[in-house]
């Protein structure tokens, strides 16, 4: 039940960073998992990161290292940090959220567009 709204893509070169963010419509606190998503064109939507609330985190092989996924109960806001972007990182990006660790997800949002470039 609860909104989300990405936010933050943009166009970056090769090397650059973004900083992504996910508002949500309520607090955020009691929510078990929170996690980003990206679908570039061609292919099937994957999951890069998640957080649950007790701080755990999760990330792709392909971005671990240079995104960190965090957590701000307080702004009801998960961000998402990307540094060191490359070609290959390009997509839409989505956030969801798991509100009691069953595996049930919100809908998709529009996501935010994300393209690394020269």
């Known amino acids: 039940q609860v909104q989300l709204v990405e936010s933050g893509g943009g166009l970056v070169q090769p090397g650059g960073s973004l900083r992504l963010s996910c508002a949500a419509s309520?607090?955020?606190?009691?929510?078990?998992?929170m996690g980003w998503y990206r679908q570039a064109p061609g292919k099937q939507r994957e999951l890069v990161a998640y957080?649950?609330?007790?701080?755990?985190?999760y990330y792709a092989e392909s971005v671990k290292g240079r995104f960190t996924i965090s957590r701000d109960n307080a702004e009801n806001t998960v961000y998402l940090q990307m540094n060191s972007l490359k070609p290959e990182d390009a997509a839409v990006y989505y956030c969801n959220a798991d509100p009691y660790g069953t595996g049930v997800r919100a809908s998709w949002g529009q996501g935010t567009q994300v393209t690394v470039s020269s």
């Open positions: 309520r607090s955020i606190f009691d929510i078990y998992a």
């Open positions: 957080i649950i609330s007790g701080g755990t985190t």
